[in-house]
Structure formats: C-alpha cells, structure tokens
C-alpha cells in the first residue's frame, strides 16, 4: 500500500493514535486513562517511541507537516513528570521509568527542534544519568542510562559525549547487529530510531559543527554503515523493512505500511 497524501496521514491518525498522542499497536480501541488524567492512552507502554518512528516513516516519504510538530509536542507534555522525567502513560506513575522512550522523545524532539533533549540532559548531570519518576534526582543503577542512550540525549541537546559514552555507542550499536532482526526486532527498531534521528541531526546542523564534533558524527557514520551492511546480509537484502513488519502485526498499522521497502 503506497500512501500518497496527508489525507491518508490523517486516517491513520484517527485510528492508531490515541486522544493522548501516543501510538497504538492496534487499530480503534484504546485504553481508559490512568489516575484521573480523563484522557484515553495508548493500548501498551512505548507510544511514544511508536510514535517516534511514525514521524521519522513520514520524514522519509516526505509526508511531514508541522500539524505532525504541534502533536508531538502535546504527546510529550502529556507524559511528562518534570523536565527531564517522563511516564510511559499519562498518569502511569507506578511504571517508574522508560528508558526506551526516551530515545522516541530525544528522535522527535530532532525532528521537530523541540528542547526536551536539553532538559533530559541536565537532569542527568545532577543524578547521575538515572531516571527514575518516583525519586526524581536520585541515584540508582536501576535506573542508570548506558551511553548508548546518553550520546543521543547529549548530542541532540547539543552537548558533547565523552570518549567513553562515544565507544558505549558504537560498542551498542554493533552488539545489536548480532540479533536476529526477526527475533529482536524491538532492538533493531531501536537502533534504527537512534541512527536515523542522528543522520537528521547531522543534515540539520552540519555547518555549526566544530571539528570534534564532526569527528564523533564520522564514527557514529562508521557503525551506521556496519549496522546497515549486517542489517542487509541477516534480513537476505529485505532491510528495515524486516523488523518493522515482524514488530508490527497488525498488517494496517502506519509504521509497517510506510516501512514496506526500506531498505534503512
């Protein structure tokens, strides 16, 4: 199914995506609010990295619009505890963390130059790169960030990784290309999510870029390359396209549909 226009963009909003801005996983039915939030969420716990890889399917088919900006937006605020803390779903405040979502709010927030990556980011300076929403600010391995994680926050926010966050990156990244994109499917999505919200990154801000920068963004480039080469060989030349249509069951979600032929 090829879509051809934002007409097409709306009905998919209208049936995969909940009152609340985050993504179902099935069409229609979503689930009743959380606490007294008084609003309908999302059918699972990751809608706005679901969310994230909607905007980032649409960016790539050029289908983008800044109605897409605004949704994003409100869909964060909606789950946001404070800055740099947020829920899974509005009101879920027994989940106390959601690290892959972060990385759905960081990609969006690169898409649409919104500044939570900034809050995300020095939230983490003062507690050590641990989130955890019950006890904002305070340290715990539990809830402690690997640096694959926080070389994304840190460069979308602006700042710069250190050598150590780069390698945990390039380390994370590679390590994944030893799943099966079929049976880790949520893992490749991830890193696809990451690697494509950073080539944006790099398309828009290139030429303000001092020469460190761009030397980190040229190893980053390098284990892109390595994932797509393994990506390639493991799904028998088929790409992105594998992991999306694995993840996504439902043969009319948006995320498989506009994934159908990526080959990244």
């Known amino acids: 199914m090829e879509i051809k226009d934002r007409k097409e963009v709306e009905e998919m909003y209208r049936e995969f995506v909940a009152p609340d801005g985050l993504m179902n996983l099935n069409s229609g039915k979503f689930h009743e609010s959380y606490e007294e939030v008084g609003v ?18 649409l960016k790539t088919h050029r289908l983008i619009d800044i109605e897409d900006a605004f949704r994003a937006n409100d869909a964060i605020e909606m789950i946001q505890e404070k800055p740099g803390y947020f829920h899974r779903n509005p009101g879920r405040v027994q989940e106390k963390e959601a690290h892959d979502n972060y990385n759905g709010i960081t990609a969006l927030s690169i898409l649409h130059n919104l500044d939570y990556p900034k809050e995300i980011v020095q939230a983490g300076l003062k507690n050590g790169f641990t989130f955890d929403n019950a006890n904002p600010g305070r340290f715990s391995l539990e809830h402690w960030r690997q640096g694959i994680d926080v070389t994304h926050y840190k460069l979308a926010a602006g700042y710069v990784p250190s050598p150590d966050e780069i390698l945990w990156f390039v380390g994370g990244t590679a390590a994944c290309t030893f799943y099966d994109p079929v049976e880790k499917s949520s893992e490749w999505l991830l890193n696809w999510v990451r690697l494509k919200s950073l080539d944006l990154l790099l398309e828009k801000k290139a030429r303000t870029f001092d020469r460190s920068t761009r030397n980190i963004f040229e190893v980053i480039g390098a284990a ?6 393994r990506l390639n060989k493991k799904t028998d030349g ?25 080959k990244y």
């Open 238 to 262: 088929r790409g992105i396209e594998a992991p999306f249509e694995t993840f996504f069951k439902n043969p009319k979600h948006p995320n498989r549909i506009l994934s159908k032929g990526l």
């Open 40 to 57: 309908e969420t999302c059918d699972n716990m990751n809608g706005i990295l679901y969310l994230a890889e909607f905007h980032l399917l």
């Open 224 to 229: 892109r390359e390595f994932w797509k080469w």
